[in-house]
């Protein structure tokens, strides 16, 4: 069975300071990859997706970055931190074509 | 684009009571769409989607949702709610999959 990972689950950071924030998906191959960002009040907002490696579109400009360097990986980044990037963050995965997204259990992220 | 509108921040219900969450898509061709539940700090769940077909769509945990292409929506409905059914519900469109902001379900005992 397919399985998403995704940390670390809680993060505390101060502004300035860089992001990495990892998962990975299991039992799988070529999955579609994306991170959402959940604000309060504000849904769930696409911020990155992939179809496959070293393949990423932006959906919103931003102080963020993402990354695929294997096939289930997907790494979100940045290099410095702002306070608006605070969240719940979310990684996500699908099959190529009309499907379903899974989850993975998000990240929440505090800049202090 | 595709998009998905959620009129309804919030909403309560008492307990045993029916439920209809509205959302209404754009988008001119024939939408994938999706419901989506996230109970407090978890991930999201699928209740249903709907890809063609039937337009009444039958999901797990007794929900259910019909598409109506001529009012562009795809309301999520429950018969009778009980109480683990409080949740952010959100509805969803398309292959990279866009989220409407959510509706906050209150049930009262």
């Known amino acids: 069975s397919q399985t998403i990972h995704q940390w670390p689950a809680t993060l505390v950071q101060p502004v300035g300071s860089p992001l990495s924030l990892e998962c990975t998906v299991e039992g799988t191959s070529n999955p579609n990859l994306y991170w959402y960002r959940q604000a309060a009040g504000r849904g769930l907002q696409l911020l990155f997706y992939?179809?496959?490696?070293?393949?990423i579109s932006s959906e919103v400009p931003q102080n963020l970055s993402a990354s695929r360097p294997q096939d289930r990986q997907f790494i979100l980044s940045s290099k410095k931190l702002l306070l608006s990037d605070s969240g719940f963050y979310l990684c996500?995965?699908?099959?190529?074509?009309?499907?379903?997204?899974?989850f993975g259990e998000g990240s929440r992220l505090t800049v202090l | 684009a595709q998009s998905v509108t959620q009129p309804d921040i919030h909403i309560t219900v008492s307990e045993g009571a029916s439920l209809e969450l509205r959302c209404n898509y754009s988008?001119?061709?024939?939408?994938?769409l999706f419901w989506y539940v996230q109970s407090p700090g978890q991930g999201l769940q699928l209740l249903l989607k709907?890809?063609?077909?039937?337009?009444l769509v039958q999901g797990i945990k007794g929900f259910e949702a019909e598409f109506k292409r001529s009012q562009s929506s795809f309301n999520l409905r429950k018969p009778s709610v009980h109480w683990s059914d409080a949740a952010e519900y959100f509805c969803a469109t398309g292959n990279q999959f866009y989220f409407g902001t959510g509706t906050s379900l209150t049930v009262i005992p």
């Open positions: 709907y890809f063609s077909g039937d337009t």
């Open positions: 988008y001119g061709a024939t939408p994938y």
């Open positions: 996500a995965w699908s099959r190529a074509g009309p499907g379903e997204l899974f």
């Open positions: 992939s179809v496959g490696i070293g393949q």
